[in-house]
Every structure is written in structure tokens, then in C-alpha cells.
């Protein structure tokens, strides 16, 4: 197949290029604790020997920047760090680094006297120092509050794409161009969706493509792959990340995957859309990452798709998220949601609290607020 792909700008990130015609990079996260560096090191090669161009790598404390140093002496991968909240930790990992990775809906947490222009202007001018590029991830889970607000409440793409080109202007003013950009949601057509949109726009900006908590294979993998088949077969897409709910060995099948992807779009082996979310049982969960603190984590996530089979041919959401990081957030648009801390897993009902649960005891309270979903979901029909 001959994909005429946007004319977007190159972006070196390391020994990577993407943009400008080059072959679509794969990218992966660690999902490690970062500050264990054998743990990590040994990841970031597995995933590079299984052809990853680009690791993500997180970075929330100062232990996790402390180890960065040795975690780069070790090993020759292309690495990415995620900034959250503690931004200000972009000074002391650029220098062994070749990518930061901002969340716009971030920048709000720290330092609140400061304007988030101002912390932009301080991430990009660490990055011009240290050779590294960067990447505007606007995620629909963690969205700039002032975006949210100016919109109706279902609206969920305008805010993403505001923030997008907002960020996207304050950058260009300060002359840093090499960037990328990345809008992920976990329904694969409103990642279709705005991504189409902000490429209309910014048609030079490379994209950074991914369906965030897309959960476990097989049905992770065809939600990305719903994405990835209309945007990449239109032109729109220079990295990809396929996020999948799956334990720390099994991580370079995202890499296995997004090849497999590429390589069917390429051959012209699309398949057709399914439409996830609208007559059928959506499971989603996070792909996991070094923020996880209960590893029982992933084991739940296999568990709640067990028994929920009974439920299938419901029209009803549920998340399972790995964190008090972005859980919180990132399950309010569920219909039923679960984020996991060290001890407990915390269940909501939309935006609600229900309560938090020890980990053998969550699945029956799911249960009995999923079974009260389905009767309601009757009556009103
Ligand atoms: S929800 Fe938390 S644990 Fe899961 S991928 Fe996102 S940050 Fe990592």
C-alpha cells in the first residue's frame, strides 16, 4: 500500500529520527520500579533487543533521578522519561536522557504560584541544553482543567485538542520546534478522532500514536490496531505505543505487536472496524508501568475479565487502573472503576467513590455493583 504520510518536521530523539518520511519508531515503557536499576536496565534491553527505537522510562521522585545516571551507563537504548506532577525532576535526568515527555494537565500540582507557561519555558529550555527532544502528552484522562471546564461535559476531544495547540504555540513562540505530540484516549475512536482533527490543523507536528489502558492481548491489541489502520493508512502517525496490560516478562510483546501492526498496514491487511463500547462489555486497563505498587495489580485485571463474561453482551465499562497516580482520574468515565494502591483497590461507580477493599474481597463487590448496573440498565429499557 502507498501511504502518502503527512509532511510532518524531523525530530531526533537520540539515534531516532521520526518525522519527515522516516519509518514509523516503536516505542514502549518500563514498568519496574525505575529506582531498582538492575530491574529496570534488564527491561530497557529487552525491549530494545526486541526493537524498540524508543523506552519511556517514569520519573516521579528523586530516587527514581538518581538512578537514571547508571540506568544510561548501562545500556545504548533511546531514552524517553515521563514527567508527572514533579516537573522540576527534568533537570536532573536530561542530561542522561534523549526525550521528556510533559502531560500539559500536569503542570498545575507544583508550584501553583508559577503559570504553566513559565514551566513550559523552563522544560524547554532543559531540553535545548541537554540534546533532548520532546513530547506534548495530552492524555483524556488528565486533561488541563481550564480546558474541561469551557467545554460540555461529554465533549471530551475539544479539551484535548485546546491544550494540544496551546502547549503547541507556547513552544513554537519560544523558538523549540523539536517536538512531537501525542492525544490518547482509551476509545480507540476518539483517538481516531482527534488526532485526525489536530493533524488538520498541524499537519508538521509529528505524531506520537497510542490507545492508553488498551488492556490485555487480544483485545488490547485490536483496539490499538482500530487506531492505528484509519490514522496510519491516512498519513497521520510517526511513533507508535502499543500499551498493554501484561506482567514485566511480557513487555516486548508490545513491540512484537506495533511491528505486526505496522507491518499488516503496510501489506494492506486492514481489518474493519470493530465499534468497542457501544453494544458490548468494554474492559479496559492500563498497560502498567513503574508506578504500580501492588503487583497483584495485574493479576486483578485478568481476574475482573474472568468474571465478567457473564456480562458481555452488556453495554457497560469497566477500569482497572494500576495506580493513585492517574487511577483517580482516568476511571471517572468508566461506568464502573477500580484503581489499585498498596493495600487496597479503590472502587467507583463514574465519578463516585464507592469505597476502597482489600484485594480479596473486590471482586464480589464488583459483582454486586455490576449485577445493579445490568438491572437498572433493564428497567430503563
Ligand atoms: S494508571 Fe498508573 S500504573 Fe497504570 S500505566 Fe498509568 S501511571 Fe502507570
Redesign the pocket.
Known amino acids: 500500500m502507498n501511504i502518502d504520510r503527512n509532511p510532518t518536521r524531523e525530530v531526533r530523539i537520540g539515534t531516532a529520527k521520526i518525522g519527515a518520511g522516516h519509518p514509523i519508531a516503536l516505542q514502549s ?1 518500563t ?1 519496574t520500579q525505575t529506582k531498582n536499576i538492575d530491574a529496570t536496565v534488564g527491561q530497557i534491553n529487552d525491549l530494545a533487543d526486541a526493537g524498540a527505537d524508543v523506552v519511556r522510562v ?1 520519573v516521579d521522585s528523586n530516587q527514581d533521578a538518581a538512578a537514571l545516571p547508571e540506568i544510561r551507563r548501562q545500556t545504548k537504548a533511546n531514552l524517553a522519561i515521563d514527567l ?1 506532577e514533579n516537573y522540576r525532576l527534568a533537570e536532573a535526568v536530561a542530561p542522561h536522557v534523549d526525550k521528556i515527555r510533559y502531560n500539559p494537565g500536569h503542570l498545575y500540582h507544583h508550584e501553583r504560584q508559577k503559570s504553566w507557561q513559565e514551566k513550559v519555558a523552563y522544560l524547554a529550555q532543559v531540553a535545548a541544553d541537554h540534546d533532548c527532544a520532546m513530547r506534548v502528552g495530552v492524555n483524556c484522562g488528565s486533561v488541563d482543567p481550564d480546558k474541561k471546564t469551557k467545554y460540555a461535559g461529554d465533549d471530551t476531544i475539544r479539551p484535548m485538542l485546546d491544550s494540544a495547540w496551546e502547549h503547541c504555540a507556547a513552544l513554537d513562540e519560544l523558538g523549540f520546534t523539536r517536538y512531537c505530540v501525542s492525544l490518547k484516549d482509551s476509545n480507540p475512536q476518539k483517538v481516531i478522532d482527534v488526532n485526525r482533527r489536530f493533524s488538520a490543523q498541524r499537519p508538521e507536528v509529528p505524531l506520537h500514536l497510542g490507545v ?2 488498551a488492556g490485555m492481548p487480544p483485545d488490547g491489541v485490536i483496539k490499538t490496531r482500530i487506531a492505528f489502520e484509519q490514522l496510519i493508512s491516512r498519513g497521520i502517525g510517526d511513533t507508535i505505543r502499543v ?1 498493554l496490560t501484561v506482567s514485566n516478562p511480557r513487555k516486548p510483546e508490545e513491540i512484537v505487536a506495533g511491528r505486526k501492526i505496522l507491518a499488516d498496514i503496510a501489506m494492506g491487511r486492514v481489518r474493519s472496524v470493530v465499534d468497542y463500547g457501544l453494544d458490548t462489555l468494554n474492559i479496559i486497563s ?7 505498587e501492588n503487583e497483584a ?1 495485574i493479576e486483578l485485571a485478568e481476574q475482573v475479565k474472568e468474571m465478567t463474561r457473564y456480562a458481555a453482551e452488556h453495554a457497560i465499562t469497566i477500569a482497572v ?7 483517580p482520574g ?1 476511571t471517572d468515565d468508566a461506568d464502573l472503576g477500580l ?1 489499585c494502591g498498596p493495600q487496597y483497590v479503590n472502587l467507583k461507580r463514574g465519578s463516585e467513590a464507592m469505597g476502597q477493599y482489600p484485594y480479596d474481597e473486590i471482586l464480589s463487590r464488583l459483582k454486586s455493583e455490576l449485577d445493579a448496573l445490568i438491572r437498572e440498565h433493564r428497567d430503563r429499557d
Open positions: 515503557m514498568a517514569a508527572q492508553t489502558e500499551s492500563c498497560p502498567s508501568c513503574s508506578r504500580v495489580f487502573m494500576g495506580c493513585r497516580v492517574n487511577g482516568e484503581w
